[in-house]
């Protein structure tokens, strides 16, 4: 029984059946066409015989495992593989199944290779999950054919599950990046140092190019040799990152939610904002308050804020201002950049919950960032040609005008803004922590 059922006819096999029936009828007409076919036809029942005893020679054809990471990025390509093993003594054909979730709605995917005798191979296939959560690989199939009239079918029992996480890649990009000095080539900007917000390192000698300003007189004074006083840059600075988890960051671009971009960033934000020895936290809201994690810079922060980001989903609420700004109040007391993910579409909105930014603002640095509708923008531009196109056109453009309206009025406020396409945000995101530190107004 389980011979039947690992066995397959592929459509050769009926080809040829197909073939050889058709030479019979003809046979009838032409008498010495019959002895041939009959030749031909006993050797395709060879053929067949010997397909099916190389196939079942072995108890264990051809071994499979897979070679997967312990969580996926959500919203990159990850790579996965699957190691498959040939025991036949000849060449064989490996047509590859995988189960994949539901999730990645991957139906129509296979992967087919010649497989040398008793050699092994590495498959690697690249998948971009667009949700977080857990995925759950199931069995995985291997169809192995020898001449090509039937196949043997070996099967991976074992499903794997795999939780989706924000985006680490991205993550540890920017962390390399910034490692070896290279992030201009992500679009991080270099920004000069402005401001004097610096805190007292140590004392050194002089050195031409120094400023005659940061000279410590009472230690020329000791040494009998010019002295200046070495700062760096203030540390230890809260950074939080406000998200939205009303229904306004359910808008999906590019198969990802606004919320995802906002989450992916929030991620690489934070990790950037520990390397620079500050500290990190982040703040869900909605209705009600969410997820909290106090900033901090201990070596399981980045995890403990990956935990937190893993969970947040969005709903259909709206958000409650009022008891964001109450929380804040209460729990965030030290002066901190404030990076807000939300959404405001229209001037109505903002107005709405204007009064308890203008109150954030006044102890805190808010940057409240606003995402671009860049199919609105990319409609507004085109020419119509029809009555109907026309009509879309006026609508988008009056669409991205209140868009640029609720951005003169938080500026207009003196409220930072980052007005950015959702694939852009973690650069710009990064850009105007940078700025922020630069300029010394933490």
Same mark, same amino acid.
Request: charged share 25%.
């Given at each position: 029984?389980?011979?039947?059922?690992?066995? +397959?006819?592929?459509?050769?096999?009926?080809? /040829?059946? =197909?073939?050889?029936?058709?030479?019979? #009828?003809?046979?009838?007409?032409?008498?010495?066409?019959?002895?041939?076919?009959?030749?031909?036809?006993?050797?395709?029942?060879?053929?067949?015989?010997? $397909?099916?005893?190389?196939? +079942?020679?072995?108890?264990? /054809?051809?071994?499979?495992?897979?070679?997967?990471? @312990?969580?996926?990025?959500?919203? *990159?390509?990850?790579?996965?593989?699957?190691?498959?093993?040939?025991? +036949?003594?000849?060449? #064989? #054909?490996? %047509?590859?199944?995988? @189960?994949?979730?539901?999730?990645?709605?991957?139906? $129509?995917i296979s992967f087919s290779f010649a497989l040398p005798a008793k050699r092994a191979k590495r498959l690697s296939y690249t998948v971009r999950p667009t949700s977080r959560g857990i995925y759950v690989f199931n069995r995985c199939h291997a169809l192995v054919k020898h001449l090509g009239l039937f196949e043997r079918k070996f099967t991976l029992q074992e499903p794997q599950t795999i939780a989706c996480y924000p985006s680490f890649i991205q993550m540890r990009k +920017?962390?390399?990046?910034?490692?070896? *000095?290279?992030?201009?080539?992500?679009?991080?900007? %270099? #920004?000069?140092?402005? /401001? !004097?917000?610096?805190?007292? $390192?140590?004392?050194?000698?002089?050195?031409?190019? $120094? @400023?005659? %300003?940061?000279?410590?007189?009472? !230690?020329?004074?000791?040494?009998?040799? =010019?002295?200046?006083?070495?700062?760096?840059?203030?540390?230890?600075?809260?950074?939080?990152?406000?998200? *939205?988890? /009303?229904?306004?960051?359910?808008?999906?671009?590019?198969?990802?939610?606004?919320?995802?971009?906002?989450?992916?960033?929030? =991620?690489?934000?934070?990790?950037?904002?520990?390397?620079?020895?500050?500290?990190?936290?982040?703040?869900?809201?909605?209705? *009600?308050?969410?997820?909290?994690?106090?900033?901090?810079? %201990?070596?399981?922060?980045?995890?403990?804020?990956?935990?937190?980001?893993?969970?947040?989903e969005t709903d259909f609420q709206e958000s409650e201002f009022g008891n964001l700004y109450a929380f804040c109040n209460r729990h965030i007391n030290k002066r901190s950049l404030l990076m807000l993910y939300t959404n405001f579409e229209t001037t109505d909105a903002l107005a709405r919950q204007m009064p308890y930014l203008r109150m954030l603002a006044k102890t805190h640095i808010v940057v409240v960032v606003v995402f671009k509708n860049t199919e609105l923008i990319a409609m507004s531009k085109e020419n119509g040609t029809k009555l109907i196109d026309v009509y879309n056109q006026v609508i988008a453009e009056k669409f991205v005008y209140d868009k640029n309206l609720v951005i003169q009025e938080l500026n207009r406020q003196g409220i930072q803004t980052i007005y950015t396409s959702p694939e852009d945000l973690t650069i710009n995101a990064i850009n105007k922590y940078l700025e922020i530190k630069a300029r010394g107004l933490l």
């Open positions: 029984m389980r011979f039947i059922r690992n066995l +397959y006819i592929t459509n050769l096999f009926f080809y /040829g059946v =197909l073939f050889f029936a058709t030479c019979f #009828v003809l046979s009838f007409f032409i008498k010495a066409l019959f002895i041939v076919v009959s030749i031909l036809f006993w050797i395709f029942i060879a053929a067949c015989a010997w $397909d099916i005893f190389v196939l +079942y020679a072995r108890k264990s /054809g051809v071994g499979l495992a897979r070679d997967y990471p @312990e969580k996926l990025s959500n919203g *990159d390509e990850n790579e996965l593989a699957i190691m498959v093993q040939s025991f +036949y003594p000849l060449k #064989v #054909v490996v %047509r590859l199944l995988e @189960e994949f979730p539901v999730q990645l709605q991957l139906r $129509d +920017y962390q390399l990046l910034a490692t070896t *000095d290279r992030l201009v080539e992500l679009g991080i900007k %270099r #920004v000069r140092k402005i /401001g !004097a917000t610096l805190e007292f $390192d140590h004392i050194r000698s002089y050195v031409r190019g $120094d @400023e005659f %300003r940061h000279v410590n007189w009472k !230690a020329t004074a000791k040494h009998k040799k =010019l002295q200046v006083n070495q700062y760096q840059e203030e540390r230890s600075q809260p950074i939080y990152a406000l998200i *939205d988890c /009303g229904r306004v960051m359910r808008m999906p671009f590019n198969d990802l939610t606004l919320l995802d971009y906002a989450i992916n960033s929030t =991620l690489v934000l934070a990790n950037a904002a520990i390397v620079k020895e500050d500290r990190a936290g982040m703040l869900t809201f909605s209705k *009600d308050i969410g997820n909290h994690v106090p900033a901090e810079k %201990r070596n399981n922060q980045m995890q403990l804020i990956s935990e937190k980001l893993y969970g947040i």
